[in-house]
Nanobody, 125 residues
Framework: QVQLVESGGGLVQPGGSLRLSCAASGSSLDSYAIGWFRQAPGKEREGVSC????????TYGDSVKGRFTISRDNAKNTVYLQMSSLKPEDTAVYYCAAVWTVHDMCVLTPQMNSWGRGTQVTVSS
């Protein structure tokens, strides 16, 4: 199983932007659909976005459509999440994970119930 490490989080003001990175080690990322998830204090983990391995077909959760963009650079073994127009309700720990594909689309369901350390995103003035 591919090992993933998240980075790029931080403190940002409402309306600001951040770019998260999900770097793979131990295996090539180009065989996996990768998803981003987030968990805010006291809430369940939520699927944010995912991208298929080769065609780069994307899926977004309703709460981030039009504001977040997922992309991947297989040569760098990295998946990115560009977050714009950030809101306080985007505050959470963000995680990446390998996800399943159905009919050439990725779905926001992790393949394994195993998570890394994540990266904290805080949106506050």
């Amino acid at each position: 199983q591919v090992q993933l490490v998240e980075s790029g989080g931080g403190l940002v003001q409402p309306g600001g932007s951040l770019r998260l990175s999900c770097a793979a080690s131990g295996s090539s990322l180009d065989s996996y659909a990768i998803g981003w998830f987030r968990q805010a204090p006291g809430k369940e983990r939520e699927g944010v976005s995912c991208i298929t391995p080769t065609d780069g077909v994307t899926t977004y959760g309703d709460s981030v459509k039009g504001r977040f963009t997922i992309s991947r650079d297989n040569a760098k073994n990295t998946v990115y999440l560009q977050m714009s127009s950030l809101k306080p309700e985007d505050t959470a720990v963000y995680y990446c994970a390998a996800v399943w594909t159905v009919h050439d689309m990725c779905v926001l369901t992790p393949q394994m119930n195993s998570w890394g350390r994540g990266t904290q995103v805080t949106v506050s003035s």
